[in-house]
T-cell receptor, first 113, second 111 residues
Framework: DAGVIQSPRHEVTEMGQEVTLRCKPI?????LFWYRQTMMRGLELLIY????????DSGMPEDRFSAKMPNASFSTLKIQPSEPRDSAVYFC???????????FGDGTRLSIL | GQQLNQSPQSMFIQEGEDVSMNCTSS?????WLWYKQDPGEGPVLLIA?????ELTSNGRLTAQFGITRKDSFLNISASIPSDVGIYFC???????????FGTGTRLQVTL
């Protein structure tokens, strides 16, 4: 079975550019999560969706970050404009209903120069 | 955000040794999960625990859900080089599947 698929795996761009990260959750999963991982702060939940609807975006750092889930098989996390402090590994995860465990993609390593 | 207290922070052990790590919280959790993360990859689920007191094994791995629902431990028996990585505990409470992650235990195995 295909797991959570993220693209791109690596992104290097200059400060001020728009960055779009993509995620395809596991088919049939109702929940989708976006995380950011850094050495200093560990894994931080940014936002999560249930049935394509954003439920909790309290972890989104600021207005420069936005996330969408237009359908059950696709989500994007956008940063505009990007800043060097946004450099991190961004993970997408999905889970079924209730208390089922989350399954993670392999992440996008983002470097903002 | 809130994080679980995970210890030890890092471990250096010899191949064949047993490993024990734990996770504690001031809050109650309904589900405890243990993940392993290899370099350049996402966390991979190792064990899920759903009931207080539950003891679950997955090969050489054994994990327990604490009776108080505020802690969990993970044991690895007879460690091998491929056990190297970062181990995270995670707890679920309240609504949905929103996870709170531990700070991670970095495991190094020497031959």
């Amino acid at each position: 079975d295909a797991g959570v698929i993220q693209s791109p795996r690596h992104e290097v761009t200059e400060m001020g550019q728009e960055v779009t990260l993509r995620c395809k959750p596991i088919s049939g999963h109702d929940y989708l999560f976006w995380y950011r991982q850094t050495m200093m702060r560990g894994l931080e939940l940014l936002i999560y969706f249930n049935n394509n609807v954003p439920i909790d975006d309290s972890g989104m750092p600021e207005d420069r970050f936005s996330a969408k889930m237009p359908n059950a098989s696709f989500s994007t996390l956008k940063i505009q404009p990007s800043e060097p402090r946004d450099s991190a590994v961004y993970f997408c995860a999905s889970s079924g209903t209730g208390y089922q465990p989350q399954h993670f993609g392999d992440g996008t390593r983002l470097s903002i120069l | 955000g809130q994080q679980l207290n995970q210890s030890p922070q890092s471990m250096f052990i010899q191949e064949g040794e047993d490993v024990s790590m734990n996770c504690t919280s001031s809050s109650i959790f309904n589900t405890w999960l243990w993940y392993k993360q290899d370099p350049g990859e996402g966390p991979v689920l190792l064990i899920a625990l759903y009931k207080a007191g539950e003891l679950t094994s997955n090969g050489r791995l054994t994990a327990q859900f604490g009776i108080t629902r505020k802690d969990s431990f993970l044991n690895i028996s007879a460690s091998i080089p491929s056990d190297v990585g970062i181990y995270f505990c995670a707890g679920i409470t309240g609504t949905a599947s929103k996870l709170t992650f531990g700070t991670g235990t970095r495991l190094q195995v020497t031959l």
